[in-house]
Nanobody
Framework: QVQLVESGGGLVQAGGSLRLSCTTSGRTFSNYVLGWFCQAPGKEREFVAAISRSGAIINYAGSVKGRFTISRDNGKNTVYLEMNSQKPEDAAIYYC????????????????????WGQGTQVTVSS
């Protein structure tokens, strides 16, 4: 069983920045493809970004490309989401997720392909 724990959410002004972190226990962190998703009230969970096991392959949702950066540190069992130039529409609960299958762009954008989820961290953006 993999437990994912997010942190770093909070209140930020539009145009500001936040860095989310997601850590997990266990020795197999580097075996997981990792993703970040967000869910606003009344909306479905949406793909934000994903990163391959080595970090060599990264994909972003179009709405965050150029503003958000996903990265991972396998030595620290941590994946990050650096969020810059934030907009009010970025406000949501952000979840990290892990899956054990191969990396493909078609797979990583679908929430149901992930095996493990964190509890989420709230991000609020004031205008």
């Amino acid at each position: 069983q993999v437990q994912l724990v997010e942190s770093g959410g909070g209140l930020v002004q539009a145009g500001g920045s936040l860095r989310l972190s997601c850590t997990t226990s266990g020795r197999t962190f580097s075996n997981y493809v990792l993703g970040w998703f967000c869910q606003a009230p009344g909306k479905e969970r949406e793909f934000v970004a994903a990163i391959s096991r080595s970090g060599a392959i990264i994909n972003y949702a179009g709405s965050v490309k150029g503003r958000f950066t996903i990265s991972r540190d396998n030595g620290k069992n941590t994946v990050y989401l650096e969020m810059n130039s934030q907009k009010p529409e970025d406000a949501a609960i952000y979840y990290c997720a892990a899956e054990t299958q191969f990396y493909s762009v078609r797979r990583v954008v679908v929430p149901t392909n992930y095996d493990y989820w964190g509890q989420g961290t709230q991000v609020t953006v004031s205008s």
